[in-house]
T-cell receptor, first 114, second 115 residues
Framework: EAGVTQSPRYAVLQEGQAVSFWCDPI?????LYWYQQPRDQGPQLLVY????????NSQLPSDRFSAVRPKGTNSTLKIQSAKQGDTATYLC????????????FGPGTRLLVL | AQKVTQTQTSISVVEKTTVTMDCVYE???????LFWYKQTASGEIVFLIR??????ENATVGHYSLNFQKPKSSIGLIITATQIEDSAVYFC????????????FGAGTKLSVKP
């Protein structure tokens, strides 16, 4: 069984630039999460989906961040105008509700905003 | 609102010994799920073990076990016979019982296992 895949693995931007992160969850997993992990901190939830529906995006900075999962499979997280404070690793995870929500994480995208 | 606190920033042990990492949580739900994850130096996050709030018996998987003290809202991770490869950052996480809640993570404890 293939794991969660993410791309790109690394991104370096100047402030004000845009960037998109892509996630392919484990096949059959109905729930997909995006977390932000600043250096030396735990993962912090940004948004999560069940199938194509957003369940919770209350922690997503909506003025600059957006996330979609149009067909209930792959997902894209986009930052419109990056700030230095966005420097972090962006993690995607997936789970299957019927399997009581053990999460499987992708390798993450390390973002550096200069 | 749910909250997870790991107060130990880092722990250093000698290999083959036993280590306990602490985690306390806050929730108003009577039903919830507790998880421990390991993040290696490469950044990979791997699920280790879980405890469901309604289960009285402490979960055990391999050389990982849990010390679930419900009245204290505490879920400690115990690693016996530690190995050098256990060096990593360990995260505690909790999900409240409502199916529309996502797991929330603690800040993590960095474990160093030395020869």
């Amino acid at each position: 069984e293939a794991g969660v895949t993410q791309s790109p693995r690394y991104a370096v931007l100047q402030e004000g630039q845009a960037v998109s992160f892509w996630c392919d969850p484990i096949s059959g997993h109905d729930t997909l999460y995006w977390y932000q992990q600043p250096r030396d901190q735990g993962p912090q939830l940004l948004v999560y989906f069940r199938d194509e529906a957003v369940i919770d995006n209350s922690q997503l900075p909506s003025d600059r961040f957006s996330a979609v999962r149009p067909k209930g499979t792959n997902s894209t997280l986009k930052i419109q105008s990056a700030k230095q404070g966005d420097t972090a690793t962006y993690l995607c995870a997936s789970s299957f509700l019927g399997r009581q929500d053990t999460q499987y994480f992708g390798p993450g995208t390390r973002l550096l905003v200069l | 609102a749910q909250k997870v606190t790991q107060t130990q920033t880092s722990i250093s042990v000698v290999e083959k010994t036993t280590v306990t990492m602490d985690c306390v949580y806050e929730t108003r739900d009577s039903s919830y799920f507790l998880f421990w994850y390991k993040q290696t130096a490469s950044g990979e996050i791997v699920f280790l073990i879980r405890q469901d709030s309604y289960k009285k018996e402490n979960a055990t998987v391999g050389h990982y076990s849990l010390n679930f003290q419900k009245p204290k809202s505490s879920i400690g991770l115990i690693i016996t016979a530690t190995q050098i490869e256990d060096s990593a950052v360990y995260f505690c996480a909790m999900r409240e019982g409502n199916n529309n809640n996502a797991p929330r993570f603690g800040a993590g404890t960095k474990l160093s296992v030395k020869p």
